[in-house]
């Protein structure tokens, strides 16, 4: 399974962006797919997750209300929608698959793929 994350860049404090991640290489409506980031002081940190269905989703406390994921299983895509974005937002995003589809878990160990990130900088 290949992941590849795309759509980081830099952004003014308040802004929105979308992040991508394509799935590649095996069924994509299988797995539940999460986004985690990180930036150089701090651990791994888990942003958002939906399961295989989309049906349910479940977020960070640092996000939630400001940030949606959603995917399109017929495009092998999910995506991490942004908006009020802070500077503390700024980090390196993954996107990861995880081979229990019908659950949700914010557990870094538990996803068994991983994309190669995507930059985010929010400027004050």
């Known amino acids: 399974v290949q992941l590849q994350a795309s759509g980081g860049g830099l952004v003014q404090a308040g802004g929105s962006l979308r992040l991508s991640c394509e799935v590649s290489?095996?069924?994509?409506?299988?797995?539940?797919m999460g986004w985690f980031r990180q930036t150089p002081e701090k651990e791994r940190e888990f942003v958002a997750a939906?399961?295989?269905?989309?049906?349910?989703?479940y977020y960070g406390a640092s996000v939630k209300g400001r940030f949606t994921i959603s995917r399109d299983n017929f495009k092998n895509t999910v995506y991490l929608h942004m908006s009020s974005l802070k500077p503390e937002d700024t980090a390196v995003y993954f996107c990861?698959?995880?081979?229990?589809?019908?659950?949700?878990?914010?557990?870094?160990?538990?996803?068994?793929?991983w994309g190669q990130g995507t930059e985010l900088t929010v400027s004050s």
């Open positions: 939906i399961t295989s269905s989309g049906a349910h989703t």
């Open positions: 290489g095996r069924r994509f409506s299988d797995y539940a």
């Open positions: 990861a698959a995880d081979s229990y589809g019908q659950v949700i878990t914010w557990g870094a160990s538990e996803y068994d793929y």
